[in-house]
């Protein structure tokens, strides 16, 4: 019976019909980091992430016993552990994306983008995992991020123009600060009639960017907003 671990948005292990959601502690926090790398992972590379604060005796028994315990965990008994390495080599939905991804299949990529890495789960500090979480996720983020942006490029060529704004107000939500996205969003719902929608998404983000950084909106915003106003939406600046 083959495993599935969901990584990108709330984490789980799916084992046939049976789904689970381990509560944040050290052997889950070891299962996805190894569901995370799929290949071989030093015992060494373990201590630092779980146990780098502790003595290294004290902490190679730690994880000695942490290993034990694992193979004992539902979905996941066939976690390979060697004298100085230990490996989980299961599908996940990461593998997934990052393939969609190098495919180009971006709409595919973007679904299965759930949300951050490990979402809502947060181990106590102990070792280095909490900083490689921080690292990692935002890289991921930024990743989709980017491929929302292309994406949405696409979809507006095509003059799919509702469907672009749809996946740059996701891309908005992630990023609400993104003032390149906005205004992208903003030609978007222009261009599908709706100027009311686009000032009112620009007024939002001007108020956001006011309250949170003191800031007004870069000299292409300004201008965007300024033709919206006017009602000259035919054609619209580019940045």
């Known amino acids: 019976m083959s495993t599935f671990v969901r990584l990108l948005g709330r984490p789980s292990i799916q084992r046939g019909n049976d789904e689970l959601e381990p509560r944040a502690g050290k052997t889950s926090s070891l299962l996805f980091y190894l569901a995370y790398r799929r290949g071989w992972v030093a015992r060494d590379a373990v201590l630092d992430l779980l146990y780098a604060e502790t003595d290294e005796p004290r902490a190679r028994q730690n994880l000695r016993t942490l290993l034990t315990k694992i193979r004992r965990f539902p979905g996941a008994r066939d976690v390979e552990i060697e004298p100085g390495r230990v490996r989980w080599a299961v599908s996940t939905d990461l593998v997934a994306f990052e393939e969609a991804l ?40 930024q990743r989709w991020h980017d491929a929302a942006l292309e994406l949405a490029a696409e979809l507006d060529a095509q003059g799919r123009h509702r469907d672009a704004a749809t996946v740059l107000a996701r891309a908005l939500a992630a990023e609400p600060l993104d003032e390149s996205a906005l205004r992208l969003q903003l030609r978007a719902l222009a261009s599908t009639g709706d100027r009311t929608a686009a000032l009112a998404a620009y007024e939002a983000f001007a108020e956001r960017l006011a309250d949170e950084l003191r800031m007004e909106p870069e000299a292409a915003t300004l201008r965007l907003a300024d033709r919206l106003r006017g009602g000259d939406v035919d054609d619209l600046p580019d940045d």
């Open 102 to 141: 190098a495919d180009g299949r971006l709409p595919l990529a973007l679904e299965l983008y759930r949300g951050p890495l490990l979402e809502g789960f947060a181990p106590a500090p102990s070792g280095s995992f909490e900083a490689w979480l921080e690292l990692e996720r935002l890289g991921l983020e």
